[in-house]
């Protein structure tokens, strides 16, 4: 029985290990499009290094959870126009669902989810860090160091 327990414990670790390897490696698509082109997109990332956990459920009607990694999606690729996009908000003790809207996305550009405590509850802001060829986020990969993953227009 001891050994029976030790194994599922084993084999639980080792999944979840090997999800969180492979989330987040790309940015997911906040449309349904598959076959639009990168360079008539932007990227919207949540910002790195933060104390709290930022992760995008959804862009307007498409969802954009993924199960590897628990509905912590750091980045999603979008079309220019305006796009609203849903936030999962959350530190040790809080949790916030909430949305950003962005009014004129342009393609090309980052745009930057900012988390903060305004005493009461988590909020998000977005920055615009402008025409960018690529950008790069870095992946937690407990206990290993974080990965360098990056994405192109």
Not at 6 to 35: E, I, N, Q, W
Request: proline residues 5%; contains cysteine; charged residues 20%.
């Amino acid at each position: 029985m001891r050994y029976l327990r030790s194994a599922a414990v084993l084999m639980a670790c080792t999944f979840m290990a090997g999800c969180a390897h492979f989330a987040g490696r790309h940015p997911l698509l906040g449309y349904k499009d598959k076959d639009h082109a990168k360079a008539d997109t932007a990227l919207v990332v949540c910002g790195q290094p933060s104390q709290y956990i930022c992760g995008i459920t959804g862009v307007n009607q498409v969802a954009t959870w993924e199960k590897f990694n628990g509905g912590k999606t750091p980045w999603v690729r979008v079309l220019p126009g305006k796009q609203v996009i849903k936030l999962t908000l959350s530190n040790s003790k809080l949790l916030n669902r909430q949305q950003v809207t962005i009014d004129n996305v342009e393609a090309g550009h980052v745009y930057r989810i900012d988390v903060g405590y305004d005493g009461k509850m988590l909020t998000a802001d977005y920055k615009d860090l402008g025409k960018m060829d690529s950008y790069t986020i870095h992946m937690p990969r407990f206990p290993l160091q974080p990965k360098a993953i990056t994405a192109s227009f």
